[in-house]
């Protein structure tokens, strides 16, 4: 069972454009606040995001890292997500994520005793970067699943194509980034709602976990 990170695991939407307005107010010398940001600046690549604020110089990554670091430091795991990775565990299902963050923002972002109940991590410096399918066969082929036994939680439109494209059940999460119809009509098989039994409906929909019967 892959997972995306950010809008799936964890609640980091506002920290990444808390990490723009910081990085745009060192940049450009004067105050921006997250309501000044352009509509969707969340899931825009952020050179096109800080040239509509009017910044186009290169983005030094030293002032990019401090900005991230303490925009990250208000992100939590969402909070039925140590239960549900608990309960995968305890029903013998092997877990993976696969996202485009580094592997030192991974750790930024994620506490040890979640990232514990991991069993692999695929980076943005591990593979080609989704929608490609490669991330998801990394992982994959590290845990030793087929693809067509696995399944890929994801809140953005290339996580669902990435699904697609590696041969893995897509699935949505409601509480991501994007609206359930956008991953609906990405190729999600199902848009998962908020939910306090994530392991359970998870297991429920894969038939994983399912032993003995
Ligand atoms: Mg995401």
Redesign the pocket.
């Known amino acids: 069972m892959l997972f995306?990170?950010?809008?799936?695991l964890v609640d980091s939407h506002h920290a990444q454009l808390a990490a723009l307005a910081g990085f745009a107010t060192s940049a450009l010398g004067h105050r921006v606040t997250v309501a000044d940001l352009p509509a969707g600046a969340a899931t825009t690549p952020r050179e096109q995001t800080l040239t509509e604020l009017g910044y186009t110089g290169a983005i030094d990554q030293d002032g990019w890292a401090a900005a991230t670091a303490t925009a990250t430091l208000t992100v939590e795991v969402f909070p039925f997500v140590a239960d549900a990775l608990a309960a995968l565990r305890a029903a013998d299902v092997a877990t993976g994520i696969v996202t485009l963050r580094s592997r030192q923002r991974v750790e930024w972002l994620l506490p040890p005793g979640v990232l514990d109940l991991i069993d692999v991590v695929v980076c943005y410096e591990d593979a080609a970067p989704k929608p490609a399918p490669d991330g998801l066969l990394l992982a994959l082929d590290k845990l030793g699943v087929a693809p067509g036994d696995a399944v890929f939680i994801?809140?953005?439109e290339s996580?669902m194509h990435a699904a697609r494209a590696a041969g893995v059940t897509p699935i949505g999460s409601a509480w991501?980034?994007s609206d359930p119809a956008t991953l609906t009509r990405a190729g999600a098989v199902v848009v998962l709602p908020h939910t306090d039994d994530l392991a359970g409906t998870l297991l429920s929909l894969t038939g994983a976990g399912r032993r003995g019967t």
Do not use: A, I, R
């Open positions: 995306d990170l950010d809008g799936v994801g809140d953005m996580d991501g980034f």
